[in-house]
């Protein structure tokens, strides 16, 4: 009996040794879905969007998750429509274990997805800045990581004033988000005493040329010795305008949206980008931030990290992507071990002061918009690359 005794502790230690790690890995993932434009015209934008959150999430988990708990992205392509958005959400809130559901993009398919978050009870983050009319609902699940449209316009006047700007010509995309800055952007640009003209023509996120249009309007710009040209429009038209634009030998200075912070807008214009302005987050210009900013050091590592191991570096979306991981881990540590949907809603709400990419984030019962004005900098592509600049007074 007395040498049994011995084998059995050294037999049960090496029980204990081998059954551990095991137990620790099946603790139970915490879910997040996708709803997400993989395919469309957004393809190239949400491509950036997906490697961004899957290389935060994968930090995250190498680190031990949360308490033991990884976190498990499921993605779903909505293929830019209304329908296949609503079946992606509707699917996810089917799923028990998914807590949140992250996207859609584009502007007009997000009401959908939040009234079915609103019906449904669960989390529904928005990334790209939506329309203040939607924000205006003051809905319980919807959170935004973005800024909305309203303070994207208000930064634009300000670059607009800054540049003595007195006469502004509009040329928007035939989309809610774009229909919302022009307005926004004239509103405050007129209480500034700027004149701002929204033009008639349009265009279309598909549109590859926009000669047609911009010929009509040529005269405008030289009758109404327009200022500036603000081409109101998000992902790849931008380029486009803007060389069209050159090609008709206008050489009016360039105005563009948030949205022109994206690292592929340059490539795809060249040279006809070159001195178009615009408002965007911080992390267009993560090595030209102030030293005592308090975010630059996590745009700094977050940039790091994407040349490591995708070759090209931090971005505005990229950054809306990883603070929406940030945001999400921050809000399940704070969960304390009981995770249901309700109880990471009331966590995220009560996110306060939380530094990431963009700026410092601030949640609460009346307000789910997270950031400010001053989270915003002001941008100029120059020499191929984006340059951050300031303006005495505005920034």
Not at 111 to 139: D, F, Y
Not at 312 to 340: E, F, M, N, P, W
Not at 371 to 380: H, Y
Request: aromatic letters at 8%; one cysteine or more; a positive charge.
């Amino acid at each position: 009996m007395k040498k049994i005794v011995p084998l059995i502790s050294v037999l049960t230690l090496i029980l204990m040794t081998w059954v551990s790690p095991a137990y620790v890995a099946e603790k139970s993932l915490y879910k997040i879905g996708v709803n997400l434009e993989f395919t469309g015209p957004w393809a190239e934008v949400t491509k950036t969007v997906r490697n961004a959150m899957v290389l935060e999430v994968e930090r995250i988990n190498k680190m031990g998750g949360i308490d033991g708990h990884s976190i498990e992205l499921l993605f779903e392509d909505n293929g830019f429509d209304l329908g296949r958005t609503a079946a992606n959400m509707t699917k996810f809130t089917k799923d028990k274990q998914i807590i949140a559901v992250v996207g859609p993009f584009e502007d007009n398919l997000q009401a959908t997805s939040r009234a079915i978050a609103e019906r449904e009870k669960i989390t529904n983050i928005i990334i790209c800045p939506s329309n203040p009319m939607v924000r205006a609902l003051k809905q319980k699940w919807a959170f935004n990581i973005a800024q909305s449209d309203i303070i994207v316009s208000q930064k634009l006047v300000d670059l607009s004033l800054a540049r003595k700007y007195k006469k502004v010509l509009v040329f928007p995309a035939a989309i809610p988000l774009a229909k919302s800055l022009a307005e926004f952007y004239k509103r405050f640009g007129e209480e500034k005493g700027m004149k701002i003209i929204i033009s008639q023509e349009t265009h279309k996120p598909t549109d590859i040329d926009m000669t047609p249009q911009l010929i009509k309007l040529k005269p405008i710009i030289e009758k109404e010795k327009i200022d500036a040209f603000y081409a109101c429009t998000a992902g790849p038209p931008g380029p486009i305008i803007c060389k069209n634009l050159r090609t008709l030998g206008v050489k009016t200075p360039i105005l563009g949206t948030h949205a022109f912070g994206f690292g592929f807008i340059i490539a795809l214009g060249g040279e006809a980008m070159e001195g178009v302005e615009f408002g965007a987050g911080k992390p267009v210009v993560p090595d030209q931030l102030d030293e005592n900013d308090p975010v630059r050091t996590i745009n700094l590592d977050f940039d790091k990290r994407m040349r490591e191991r995708d070759g090209v570096g931090l971005d505005q979306i990229a950054g809306h992507a990883h603070d929406t991981i940030s945001l999400i881990y921050d809000a399940l540590k704070r969960c304390q071990g009981k995770v249901t949907r309700a109880i990471f809603r009331d966590a995220l709400e009560n996110t306060k002061g939380h530094k990431n990419c963009h700026g410092i984030y601030n949640y609460s019962p009346t307000d789910h918009d997270g950031l400010s004005k001053k989270d915003m900098v002001f941008i100029r592509i120059e020499g191929g690359k984006f340059k951050r600049i300031k303006f005495p007074g505005f920034e």
